[in-house]
T-cell receptor, first 113, second 113 residues
Framework: QKEVEQNSGPLSVPEGAIASLNCTYS??????FFWYRQYSGKSPELIMSIYSNGDKEDGRFTAQLNKASQYVSLLIRDSQPSDSATYLCAVITPSGGYQKVTFGIGTKLQVIP | NAGVMQNPRHLVRRRGQEARLRCSPM?????VYWYRQLPEEGLKFMVY????????ESGMPKERFSAEFPKEGPSILRIQQVVRGDSAAYFCASSSTGTRGAFFGQGTRLTVV
């Protein structure tokens, strides 16, 4: 089982719809969770972080964390063509005295005008 | 506050030459991560360093690759005797504590001819 799993997609949604991106992780000791956006040919950009159960909203983005079910999701409301990118889930887990960062493979999102 | 700075942005090397990739973390950040990414593929973890220490090098090939983060100056990823398979984008990310999100540099695109 991969440590951080994401569906590689592509996930296609019409403009104005809600895009829902999901990520599951295997280690119950994981403590910090992040979403990155990566445009083609560019570097990943940190867009959301979440550390406790529940929802965290920032503009059109909402991150959701459920530690009991070991999943974290990202909702993008009113999706725009400019949101078309690959979204990477990252998880930080204490490991051997340090904090280990693990990335998922990323979900490619396509917003159709 | 300047972001994570990587140089060069593009590097062309002939097979058998050495490649040196530099990364200056954000001010106040002492945690540095290096990743490799092939086109249309996910981020592959290579190495995690703190000042003067390699914390996790589990993703580094055993031969030809080395990394350092000296007390003064940037972090360096060194690839000796490059081969065509080393052609990729190499990203550096830095973090202040290791438990918060890391910020990425623009990357170095290495092409081996």
């Amino acid at each position: 089982q991969k440590e951080v799993e994401q569906n590689s997609g592509p996930l296609s949604v019409p403009e104005g719809a809600i895009a829902s991106l999901n990520c599951t992780y295997s280690d119950r000791g994981s403590q910090s969770f992040f979403w990155y956006r990566q445009y083609s040919g560019k570097s990943p950009e940190l867009i959301m972080s979440i550390y406790s159960n529940g929802d965290k909203e920032d503009g059109r983005f909402t991150a959701q964390l459920n530690k009991a079910s070991q999943y974290v999701s990202l909702l993008i409301r009113d999706s725009q063509p400019s949101d078309s990118a690959t979204y990477l889930c990252a998880v930080i887990t204490p490991s051997g005295g340090y904090q280990k960062v693990t990335f998922g493979i990323g979900t490619k999102l396509q917003v159709i005008p | 506050n300047a972001g994570v700075m990587q140089n060069p942005r593009h590097l062309v090397r002939r097979r058998g030459q050495e490649a040196r990739l530099r990364c200056s973390p954000m001010k106040g950040h002492s945690h540095v991560y290096w990743y490799r990414q092939l086109p249309e593929e996910g981020l592959k973890f290579m190495v995690y360093l703190q000042k003067e220490n390699i914390i996790d090098e589990s993703g580094m090939p055993k031969e030809r690759f080395s990394a350092e983060f000296p007390k003064e100056g940037p972090s360096i990823l060194r690839i000796q005797q490059v081969v065509r398979g080393d052609s990729a984008a190499y990203f550096c990310a830095s973090s202040s504590t290791g438990t918060r999100g890391a910020f990425f540099g623009q990357g170095t695109r290495l092409t081996v001819v």
